[in-house]
């Protein structure tokens, strides 16, 4: 059973489209993340919710939208597709109280605009 | 200066050598502290916290934290070639609690 899912697990689009990947968590966990994976492999933040609200929100262009349905969900909307997009996104879940900050990640998404 | 700095690298080291692995952070007042690996085309997992200074084992692996130096080391002891991936040093910076702070890695290879 996994723990962190997203889909889907390659995207490859023009620029200018939209596209949505999706994020489900079967851990019990309070908080999910999406970060950044970049072609050096650097790995960032972009946004973090606790239980369905927005508690880390970087300095991410308006074209990237999070949306969190419930606390086992977040997925994330991207309008405008630039090449600078390109990357690997993933999701990540952490408890809260103990173990808090202990993130587990999904496989990824890699993403690539054309 | 970036808030986590790690040598890119390669290290390589041969099989049954201890690998020693660097981190350096920016802010001092940080307090919780994180290893992770990532193989190639694959997800983070994490091997290590730290929350302390000093040392904390755990199996081959041994982390440690000297918050003065603003420094936190892993080491691998008889290095495998399966150990050969990507280590991240992840740090939690002051006054932001969730928010997992990265460098950028350090490539390890183990060679037979």
């Known amino acids: 059973d996994t723990a962190v899912s997203q889909t889907p697990k390659y995207l490859v689009t023009q620029m200018g489209n939209d596209k949505s990947i999706k994020c489900e968590q079967n851990?019990?966990?309070?908080?999910m993340y999406w970060y950044k994976q970049d072609s050096k492999k650097f790995l960032k933040i972009m946004f973090s919710?606790?239980?369905?609200?927005?508690?880390i929100n970087e300095t991410v262009p308006n074209r990237f939208s999070p949306k969190s349905p419930d606390k086992a969900h977040l997925n994330l909307h991207i309008n405008s597709l630039e090449l600078g997009d390109s990357a690997v996104y993933f999701c990540?879940?952490?408890?809260?109280?103990?173990?808090?900050?202990?993130?587990?990640f999904g496989a990824g998404s890699r993403l690539t605009v054309l | 200066q970036k808030e986590v700095e790690q040598n890119s690298g390669p290290l390589s080291v041969p099989e049954g050598a201890i690998a020693s692995l660097n981190c350096t952070y920016s802010?001092?007042?940080?307090?919780?502290f994180f290893w992770y690996r990532q193989y190639s085309g694959k997800s983070p997992e994490l091997i290590m916290s730290?929350?302390?200074?000093g040392d904390k084992e755990d199996g081959r692996f041994t982390a440690q934290l000297n918050k003065a130096s603003q420094y936190v080391s892993l080491l691998i002891r008889d290095s495998q070639p399966s150990d050969s991936a990507t280590y991240l040093c992840?740090?939690?910076?002051?006054?932001?609690?969730?928010?997992?702070?990265f460098g950028t890695g350090t490539r390890l290879q183990v060679t037979l």
């Open positions: 851990l019990g966990h309070d908080t």
């Open positions: 990540a879940s952490s408890p809260t109280g103990s173990g808090a900050n202990v993130l587990t």
């Open positions: 992840a740090v939690i910076p002051t006054g932001t609690a969730s928010k997992l702070t």
């Open positions: 730290i929350y302390s200074n």
């Open positions: 802010d001092r007042g940080s307090q919780s």
């Open positions: 919710y606790n239980n369905k609200e927005l508690i």
